[in-house]
């Protein structure tokens, strides 16, 4: 079965600094690495997919994630964050041949001044 | 172009009534999927339907349970409600069922509370 953990419940960073959320995945098979991001009040919203083309994956709103079979590692990096970027992520792996997905229980993003 | 729209927003529910969640989907989108997200979760896969049938189905009871209409909308039904059942029920859909050719669109969400 495919999985995910994130580590970090909650990640607090300074506008303008680096962005590290960490996701490692669990998987029998070659896995598909989904990043969402979830406003609050609102539905979850794509950033980025990794479906084993290339291994750096770039996404909406500044943010890329890089693919590490070695670590199995799927980590989403923005250079400098901004205040809207406060929010929950969810890493996500695919389950049941792409047609589900697992997720993680969330990182929350706080941004301060 | 409306998103994925669900309804209710919020209901309040006593244990062991049952309850319906609608979802329409994305304009263009012909598969549904629903999720349960209790609160300081993930969202976890309930299951999906495509061409009014289910297609893929996660680790819940069938006290869960789903319906697709021909134009696309779907319902989530819980029978028998727990209080174990309290969280947001997400609605997703997509252009086809694979994740890994298409992309989910999640709705708002239905937030669910069991008295």
């Known amino acids: 079965a495919q999985s995910v953990t994130q580590l970090g419940s909650h990640v607090s960073v300074s506008e303008g600094a680096l962005v590290l959320l960490r996701c490692n995945y669990s998987?029998?098979?070659?896995?598909?690495l989904f990043w969402y991001v979830q406003y609050p009040n609102q539905g979850l919203q794509l950033l980025l997919k990794?479906?084993?083309?290339?291994?750096l994956v770039k996404g909406i709103n500044g943010f890329e994630a890089e693919f590490k079979k070695s670590e199995t590692s799927f980590h989403l990096t923005k250079p400098s964050a901004h205040m809207s970027d406060a929010a929950e992520y969810f890493c996500?792996?695919?389950?049941?041949?792409?047609?589900?997905?697992?997720f993680g229980k969330g990182t929350s993003l706080l941004v301060t001044p | 172009d409306a998103g994925v729209t669900q309804s209710p927003t919020h209901l309040i529910k006593t244990r062991g009534q049952q309850v319906t969640l609608r979802c329409s989907p994305k304009?263009?989108?012909?598969?549904v999927s629903w999720y349960q997200q209790a609160l300081g979760q993930g969202p976890q896969f309930i299951f999906q339907?495509?061409?009014?049938?289910?297609?893929q189905r996660g680790n819940f009871p069938d006290r869960f349970s789903g319906h697709q209409y021909p134009n696309y909308s779907s319902e989530l039904n819980v029978n028998a409600l727990l209080l174990g059942d309290s969280a947001l029920y997400l609605c997703?859909?997509?252009?086809?069922?694979?994740?890994?050719?298409?992309?989910?669109?999640f709705g708002e969400g239905s937030r669910l509370t069991v008295l």
């Open positions: 990794y479906t084993s083309a290339a291994t």
């Open positions: 996500a792996v695919s389950a049941n041949s792409g047609y589900a997905l697992n």
């Open positions: 339907y495509y061409e009014e049938e289910e297609r």
């Open positions: 997703a859909s997509s252009r086809g069922a694979s994740l890994i050719t298409g992309e989910l669109f």
């Open positions: 998987s029998s098979v070659p896995p598909y």
């Open positions: 304009s263009g989108h012909d598969t």
